[in-house]
């Protein structure tokens, strides 16, 4: 399939150092995941890519996925943010091994992977297991929940006994907190609400012991009281089973809560990744910044969007699909604020701002005015200076209260990763924000 | 079990400040003693004895998990319940424009209901998917509304009004030619909302409008939205688990929990001083963008069966602060003094009908 000649990016360079025209305001050390502190890595995508070819008449392909890096760490959740059709699935089932990737790599404990034979695929379920979105649909509801849970046992542990088998399925039902079991076991799906089926599909990807647990929207079925529960149980079970959990979600509020690293992918690219609450708290990319605007805040009392005046437009409309297909350029162009001539016509690399933090964005200093990130030397990494003053969202002042967002900067990077290593020359005062020091 | 379901008294003296129980000039729609039953093989009591009301140009929230009856109160109100839901008991009064009168949407009868439904209150549904006809153009569509309540328009003053119609919304009239699976879903939830709004209702019933969509869309048709009811000035019902939401956008929230109020309140006093447990819990395991981050505690177990009879409190299995007459006696109904329209049916206020001030 590699021979196919994609209107893909062979003129774009992952790297940034090799980018003329940019203004070089990075930190140039190497890009360590936020997540890679937990353990061990496990799996492993390089610049992974998924291209789908128009159906008759048309000629045209669509990348839904383009050179994507994701690093998923034992004991770690990495969440994969962005709106439907941004390819967040995509990537999940790439790595699920469901679909065929066009080009790229998935390493799998350090092992490039290659799931042709039914063989090898199944080797590989054993280790990547996948968790659905709607657990009305992905469990069959003309079988009961042992059935369930025996299947994924008998074939990835053919060499267990009918009682081993019982034996365990009674320990899946355990772990994912399914008690009394006995009640549980012989029950049919619609005898499940939405939060116990979800048990049971976790239950039931756990049942081949994986390494890995891709969980594609796995709450957002659910309802909100249910929805914790959910999250943290998945989050209790990573502990215990050291998974490596990649957790694909719209919500990019959960991400904060959940997530080690967060990843924001718009249009097939990763345009952000960093910290959760980094990323959170202080959005670099344009379209993060559109993200975190758009959340509902509970604290915003009477509602920004009531009184707020009220523009219309703030919200470009959303991408078409010849801008999908044409390849050339930063996707984000049409909707976004400070696109200019080169946001069309190049396509940003994903730099590297800080030690675990990178953004693909022509117009970093404009995102974020009040960032200066000072060009160090590679040898001089400890001495990387970042200054940050109440970053203002590109949207924030229509949606949020933008004092919500500055107000957080100060309070989030006094504690956060960064703080180790960086060391400001010149701390910049604020009045109002308080200083970040 | 013979423990009347509303045990509380109301003071004369009090009653002009529970707006909740009282006929103000402004209301526009009240509900009352609001019961519906899904008969079956077990009767499921999926609203009970539910009181509201909705004022003029305001929006109203109702929150609650799936199951919770908040979908069934919506249908109940546009008296759209077909077999096998039944109302049992209550009138839902509609204040009609100029003249006054108040009609009991329960008892209108076919044609009378056919012409109050879209000109007085319309609908918007949960997925606009669905709520458009897939094989018929959005022309037609709108062309359909038109003859089915306002025969006598010639075809290019429909098409003229439809057009108008979508431009309200903000969407271009060259769609009007298109079908609906050739919109995004935003574009396809603007027409429905641009439908629903076809003849200028005073009540909008919205029923999860925004649930499908992504963020940003949700943020657009949210802002649309507002933006209309400032402009036209309608009533919104405004349906959604997600209680974030409608912090943001409601004037006053009703949180329901199996198939009764748990609280209702004026958002702000939701925000500050949530009274109910069930209240407390949903806005303890909201993850939110803002401020520090604080400990998220969800709700453990899941909302009880309605097909069973529940002595006392239907949230005691789940809630923290149960204590012992709660698994015995329907909570009593507490109005919040000192706060118009705020009341909460939980024993931990006491039994008198009356909390003290803050």
């Not at chain 1, 839904?64 to 990495?78: F, M, T």
């Not at chain 1, 089973?241 to 991400?255: E, G, P, W």
């Not at chain 2, 606009?128 to 306002?150: E, G, R, W, Y």
């Not at chain 2, 604080?294 to 009879?309: F, K, V």
Request: net charge neutral; aromatic share 6%; with cysteine.
């Amino acid at each position: 399939m590699s021979d196919l000649s994609f209107p893909t990016d062979t003129n774009q360079q992952m790297s940034p150092n090799t980018q003329l025209g940019y203004s070089a305001l990075s930190y140039q050390g190497d890009f360590v995941s936020a997540a890679s502190s937990r353990g061990r890595l496990v799996l492993e995508a390089k610049n992974l890519t998924k291209v789908y070819k128009l159906g008759f008449p048309s000629k045209d392909y669509i990348s839904a996925v383009r050179n994507a890096n994701i690093a998923l760490y034992e004991k770690s959740v990495v969440a994969l943010v962005g709106e439907s059709g941004s390819g967040k699935s995509t990537i999940a089932s790439l790595l699920a091994g469901q679909i065929p990737k066009t080009s790229g790599e998935i390493v799998l404990n350090g092992n490039s992977v290659n799931v042709k034979s039914n063989r090898k695929f199944r080797a590989y379920k054993s280790e990547v297991q996948m968790v659905f979105q709607d657990p009305f649909a992905s469990l069959n509801s003309i079988h009961k929940v042992r059935h369930h849970l025996k299947r994924p046992i008998s074939i990835h542990q053919p060499h267990l006994k009918k009682s081993a088998v019982e034996k365990e399925i009674y320990s899946l039902l355990h772990q994912v907190r399914l008690l009394p079991a006995d009640q549980f076991i012989d029950k049919f799906p619609y005898e499940l609400s939405g939060g116990q089926r979800q048990r049971v599909a976790i239950a039931r990807s756990l049942a081949a012991r994986p390494k890995v647990l891709l969980a594609d929207e796995p709450v957002s079925m659910l309802d909100v009281s249910i929805r914790l529960e959910v999250l943290s149980l998945i989050d209790d079970l990573r502990d215990r089973f050291n998974l490596a959990v990649l957790y694909v979600t719209h919500d990019i509020a959960s991400a904060r809560y959940f997530a080690d690293e967060t990843v924001v992918i718009y249009g097939g690219d990763i345009v952000e990744r960093g910290p959760s609450e980094d990323v959170t708290q202080n959005p670099a990319h344009p379209y993060t910044q559109l993200l975190v605007s758009a959340a509902p805040n509970p604290d915003d009392l009477g509602g920004s969007i009531r009184n707020a005046k009220l523009t219309a437009g703030t919200t470009k409309p959303r991408q078409t699909e010849s801008a999908l297909t044409s390849g050339i350029g930063c996707r984000f162009t049409p909707r976004c604020p400070f696109a200019d001539r080169k946001c069309e016509e190049q396509f940003p690399p994903l730099v590297t701002i800080s030690e675990n933090r990178q953004v693909a964005c022509w117009h970093i200093e404009q995102s974020l005015p009040n960032v200066s990130f000072k060009k160090i030397s590679p040898k001089s990494q400890s001495t990387a200076e970042i200054t940050l003053q109440g970053a203002h969202s590109a949207f924030g002042s229509e949606h949020t209260g933008s004092n919500h967002i500055s107000h957080n900067v100060s309070d989030q990077f006094d504690t956060d990763g960064h703080s180790k290593t960086s060391q400001p020359a010149v701390p910049e005062r604020d009045s109002e924000d308080g200083t970040v020091a | 079990m013979t423990i009347p379901f509303e045990k509380h008294r109301i003071p004369t003296s009090d009653i002009g400040v529970s707006g909740s129980l009282t006929t103000s000039s402004a209301s526009l729609l009240s509900v009352r003693d609001l019961s519906v039953e899904y008969r079956g093989e077990r009767t499921t009591k999926a609203v009970k004895n539910v009181n509201f009301e909705l004022r003029k140009g305001e929006i109203l929230g109702i929150a609650g998990e799936s199951g919770c009856g908040k979908s069934t109160l919506a249908y109940a109100i546009t008296n759209m319940l077909k077999h096998p839901a039944y109302i049992t008991s209550g009138e839902v009064l509609y204040a009609q424009g100029d003249s006054g009168n108040t009609v009991d949407i329960l008892r209108l009868e076919h044609e009378q209901l056919r012409n109050f439904r879209w000109t007085e209150i319309s609908m918007v549904f949960q997925s606009a998917m669905n709520a458009l006809n897939p094989v018929t153009s959005l022309k037609k569509q709108f062309s359909d509304i038109f003859l089915a309540h306002k025969p006598g328009m010639t075809k290019a003053e429909r098409l003229e009004k439809s057009i108008r119609l979508l431009e309200m919304v903000g969407l271009n009239k060259n769609i009007i030619n298109q079908f609906p699976h050739e919109l995004s879903g935003g574009m396809r939830q603007r027409v429905v909302i641009a439908m629903a709004l076809c003849y200028m209702p005073n009540i909008v019933i919205m029923d999860e409008p925004t649930t499908a969509l992504d963020v940003v869309i949700q943020r657009d048709i949210l802002d649309e939205i507002i933006r209309l009811q400032k402009e036209l000035n309608f009533s919104i019902i405004f349906i959604t688990h997600d209680i974030s939401l409608l912090l943001e956008i409601s004037d006053r929230l009703l949180i329901m929990y199996a198939g009764e109020i748990a609280e209702q309140a004026r958002t702000e006093a939701i925000v500050s001083r949530a009274l109910h447990p069930y209240t407390n819990g949903i806005m303890l395991s909201i993850p939110d963008l803002y401020g520090q981050r604080r400990e998220l505690r969800g709700i453990p177990g899941m909302p009880p069966d309605l097909s069973l009879d529940i002595p006392g409190c239907p949230f005691r299995p789940r809630c923290s602060e149960a204590f012992e007459p709660c698994s015995t006696w329907p909570p009593p109904k507490i109005f919040v003094a000192n706060e118009p329209d705020h009341f909460v049916r939980c024993h931990k206020y006491g039994s008198s009908d009356f909390m003290g001030g803050a």
